[in-house]
T-cell receptor
Framework: QKEVEQDPGPLSVPEGAIVSLNCTYS??????FMWYRQYSRKGPELLMY????GNKEDGRFTAQVDKSSKYISLFIRDSQPSDSATYLCAMSESQGAQKLVFGQGTRLTINP | NAGVTQTPKFQVLKTGQSMTLQCAQDMNHNSMYWYRQDPGMGLRLIYYSASEGTTDKGEVPNGYNVSRLNKREFSLRLESAAPSQTSVYFCASSGLTNTGELFFGEGSRLTVL
């Protein structure tokens, strides 16, 4: 069983829809949670960063962490075609990237 | 404003051939990383270098070697390529921030026949 599980999709939704992307994990020591966005044939870029449990909002994006359920989510409101990308969750026990564990990534397409 | 630059972008090798992937960053970051990305497997760490002069194994180091040439450059070498090493390879760097954000290159697509 992988330490971090993410539904690979693909997920296809119409423009303007609310999108929910999720990851589950098994390591209760994870404290730092991230979402990276990867456009086709590009490297991933950090989208959201959250420490411990709770919500974080940045524009149309909201990251949620539920440590009791070992479950994290990324919500995208008013989705746009430019949001079409692969979204990877990542998490670690400590600060720094050396021990970062990535999910498999979910490929998302927003249809105009 | 180049960020992380990887070369080559594409490469086809025959089984048993060797090659080196080059990576350079211009952000004055201390730490550098090599990942591979395969369908259904996500990003997996091959090797990393926390600072100039140090290197450490990641999750999947077998079949690879690395060299941290200086603070800017971190190379990945395949001594005897195997079809299982067909993948997209990403170099990344990170600086001293709270988030430990990784900055990635655009990737090198390697096919081993």
């Amino acid at each position: 069983q992988k330490e971090v599980e993410q539904d690979p999709g693909p997920l296809s939704v119409p423009e303007g829809a609310i999108v929910s992307l999720n990851c589950t994990y098994s390591n209760s020591a994870f404290q730092y949670f991230m979402w990276y966005r990867q456009y086709s044939r590009k490297g991933p870029e950090l989208l959201m960063y959250t420490y411990s449990s709770g919500n974080k909002e940045d524009g149309r994006f909201t990251a949620q962490v539920d440590k009791s359920s070992k479950y994290i989510s990324l919500f995208i409101r008013d989705s746009q075609p430019s949001d079409s990308a692969t979204y990877l969750c990542a998490m670690s026990e400590s600060q720094g990237a050396q021990k970062l564990v990535f999910g498999q990534g979910t490929r998302l397409t927003i249809n105009p | 404003n180049a960020g992380v630059t990887q070369t080559p972008k594409f490469q086809v090798l025959k089984t048993g051939q060797s090659m080196t992937l080059q990576c350079a960053q211009d952000m004055n970051h201390n730490s550098m990383y090599w990942y591979r990305q395969d369908p259904g497997m996500g990003l997996r760490l091959i090797y990393y270098s926390a600072s100039e002069g140090t290197t450490d194994k990641g999750e999947v180091p077998n079949g690879y070697n690395v060299s941290r040439l200086n603070k800017r450059e971190f190379s990945l070498r395949l001594e005897s390529a195997a079809p299982s090493q067909t993948s997209v390879y990403f170099c990344a760097s990170s600086g001293l921030t709270n988030t430990g954000e990784l900055f990635f290159g655009e990737g090198s697509r390697l096919t081993v026949l």
